[in-house]
């Protein structure tokens, strides 16, 4: 039985009615940009965040761009970022016309590693950090990060657009965040129907500059405070997203229980699975299974992609040896874990309303495979 790395269309069954029946009325009363539905999405999201200030954005991306420019980041700053991450935390730094320095991770949560992170403080300066929260979790040593940069004068960034639902200490984990950003790309455990973002904050002055700049810098219709850009989130994909809010709690559950699925299940394989640290909450965003045998993990793909089950590898390159930083790199500081966990990593089939039947199926071809491929 094949089965996807991951399924967009397993909407519930009166999802898609109600879609389509708000696009109908949306479509009726021209309401494309802006509006009641943005303003609404923006006020459950601070709600769910626990922030003062959800300011919606075009997606992702742009949203780390806001939340840097908010904070005064510009040319000749340099930020901090870890060198396991998705490409757009990079080159998002280096759009705002900052130097980006990599810094090594630890590889048992994938995070910053905390000891490399406090020498490139020392010794770069930076005027912003941004930690990401990756796979759905965050760092085990999170409060102390967000403690070092308020001590240090550094504003702490956080990239969240893998972990909306994900809670730290009991709530969310935007909430402790000084400015942080989620992306609403399709994928994500929140999803739109193409692309948006947001940047969260309870910080006025920040939350105010984020969404001028958004809208062009505008201080009036044509008037112009600042040079922003245009990354307004339509108000279709804020009705999307509204309406997957509904739905949210019940898909929240189910990637739950399917990521705590392979985490019983896969150590007894002889697969390590690298878990949320203590403190949190995931939300079943990926399974991250860690194969250090270069053979033994191109013989388990093949074996997967001969029984047509998907996985990925989240992500197989680390920003330092990435083409693009070439010439924009600041600096690197750690050593190469990074390096070695972008090598190691296998993400298996992972979504909301994914079945047991499904899971299991995962699990007979990955048991043959290690059976066949011993490390």
């Not at 969310?172 to 000084?178: D, E, K, P, T, V």
């Not at 019940?250 to 990637?255: F, G, T």
């Not at 194969?291 to 997967?304: G, I, S, Y």
Request: hydrophobic residues 45%.
């Amino acid at each position: 039985m094949p089965v996807p790395f991951i399924d967009i269309k397993r909407f519930e069954p009166d999802f898609l009615p109600a879609w389509q029946a708000k696009v109908a009325e949306m479509s009726a009363q021209a309401q494309f940009v802006g509006g009641p539905e943005v303003a609404r999405l923006e006020q459950r999201l601070a709600a769910a965040t626990g922030v003062d200030h959800a300011i919606s954005c075009g997606n992702g991306t742009d949203a780390i761009q806001l939340a840097l420019r908010a904070v005064d980041v510009g040319p000749g700053d340099v930020v901090l970022l870890p060198n396991a991450t998705f490409w757009a935390t990079f080159e998002a730094v280096v759009n705002v016309g900052a130097s980006p320095v990599t810094v090594d991770i630890n590889p048992a949560d994938g995070a910053l590693d905390l000891d490399a992170f406090t020498q490139a403080l020392n010794t770069h300066a930076p005027k912003a950090a941004l930690v990401v929260h990756l796979y759905g979790w965050g760092s085990a040593r999170l409060a102390e990060l967000r403690q070092l940069c308020q001590a240090r004068g550094v504003v702490l960034v956080e990239d969240g657009a893998q972990s909306f639902g994900v809670t730290y200490q009991e709530q969310s984990i935007y909430a402790g965040a000084a400015i942080a950003t989620t992306s609403f790309y399709p994928a994500k455990v929140l999803g739109a129907a193409g692309d948006g973002g947001a940047v969260f904050t309870s910080h006025a002055g920040w939350a105010e500059k984020a969404r001028q700049l958004g809208n062009h810098g505008r201080t009036s219709h044509y008037g112009y405070g600042l040079v922003g850009w245009n990354s307004r989130m339509d108000a279709l994909q804020a009705a999307f997203v509204n309406l997957a809010l509904d739905h949210f709690d019940a898909r929240l559950a189910s990637r739950r229980e399917a990521a705590a699925y392979y985490r019983s299940k896969l150590p007894a394989l002889g697969v390590s699975v690298m878990p949320a640290p203590a403190d949190y909450n995931e939300n079943g965003y990926c399974n991250v299974c860690v194969l250090p045998d270069p053979a033994q993990k191109a013989a388990v793909e093949a074996a997967l992609k001969d029984a047509g089950i998907g996985f990925a590898n989240i992500y197989p390159g680390a920003m330092s040896e990435q083409e693009g930083a070439r010439g924009v790199l600041h600096a690197h500081v750690g050593g190469d874990c990074a390096q070695t966990l972008c090598a190691s990593v296998l993400n298996l089939p992972l979504f909301a309303y994914i079945t047991r039947a499904e899971q299991d199926e995962v699990m007979v071809v990955l048991q043959q495979a290690m059976a066949a491929t011993p490390a």
